[in-house]
């Protein structure tokens, strides 16, 4: 079986962004498809921000189940769920490589920021088209790591991205996943697949301070930060000018990053 390696980890600098994560922010290019009563297999739900959206869309009368290869990590997405009012949506541990559903069990099938952390996304995606019913969709949207951009240029952000990438691929992962989205579905076998692309954009004072905080935080203390040390990718003290780095950058007035992302939306 294929290794999911989620290079993250859940320290509570990454899951600050995760939460701040909704379906219209995150999955906008899939809310067309959603509509009451459906059933929504959210694969990689994290603390459940989107999932809960998602659970709103479909209605009493739909069902959402929320999956995540990290049982911890769910009882944060059960509380979310619950400060909502929301009594549609259901659990499990579950690895994408091998999902433990019948065929045919879903009208949408979703992930979002997963497939660029799997061992095999292509296999994943064939799971993922498994569970999802003839004629229902399966949606995926990864970041693309390579196409970030920023200004201000701060020398040790090139470093910051270079290591990244290269930690996620020691792991066994894609971080250049968005620009590989269409070419994964078209491998899995989906003949109906639209492909696009939308971005996160931080630039206004509030964004900056969020993003250059979180990144300088998960640089020195998430599991990434000991995925790099340990690996031999770099050393605490390199990591540390990373972290400075991003904060010089958050301080800048005319700072202005952006995060593209590659979607797609598959006919199963």
Partial sequence: MADVVYTHGHHESVLRSHRWRTAGN???????????GL??????????????????????????TAVDAA?????QARATTRERGLDNVRFAVADVHALDFPDDSFDIVHAHQVLQHVGDPVRALREMRRVCR??????ARDSDYAAFAWYPGVPVLDEWLELYR????????????GRRLLSWTRRAGFPDVTATATAWCFATPGERAWWSGLWAERTTASQYAR??????????????AIA??????GRREDGWFLVPHGEVLCRA
Wanted: with cysteine; net charge negative.
């Fill in 71 to 75: 049982a911890g990590v769910l009882e």
């Fill in 244 to 249: 400075e780095g991003w904060a010089e950058w």
């Fill in 134 to 139: 003839p004629g229902g969709v399966v949606a």
């Fill in 227 to 240: 995925l790099a040390v340990d690996g031999g990718h770099a050393t605490e003290r390199q990591l540390t």
């Fill in 39 to 64: 059933e929504i297999l959210d694969v990689g739900c994290g603390p459940g921000t989107i999932t809960a959206d998602l659970a709103a869309l479909v209605g009493p009368d739909g069902r959402v």
């Fill in 26 to 36: 995150s999955a906008a290019y899939l809310l067309g498809e959603v509509r009451p």
């Fill in 166 to 177: 290269r930690v996620a691929r020691a792991n066994g992962g894609e971080p250049d996943a």
